[in-house]
């Protein structure tokens, strides 16, 4: 279990990725043109976000990817 604080630095990071995403989105609107976005980190703390930012990229058609190092780290710590 995370104490309080480093529980409310997380949230509030991922709060921060997904306004980032909302600029990001804005910017694809009114310039009429989208790109492939990456987020190295998970999309979001809540499955409501994640999932609107998901429908926004079918939307608007552009090819989003999220990534973690998290997997990887348990992989190696167990021998895998």
Not at 22 to 43: G, M, Q
Not at 44 to 72: I, Q
Request: with cysteine; proline share 6%.
């Amino acid at each position: 279990q995370l104490p309080p604080r480093a529980a409310l630095t997380r949230c509030a990071a991922a709060r921060r990725r997904y306004e980032f995403f909302k600029e990001i989105v804005a910017v694809f609107r009114s310039s009429n043109a989208v790109c492939p976005v990456f987020n190295d980190k998970h999309l979001s703390w809540s499955y409501d976000l994640a999932k609107e930012m998901v429908d926004t990229a079918h939307e608007l058609g552009f090819p989003l990817m999220s990534g973690s190092s998290l997997p990887g780290e348990y992989m190696c710590s167990n021998g895998l």
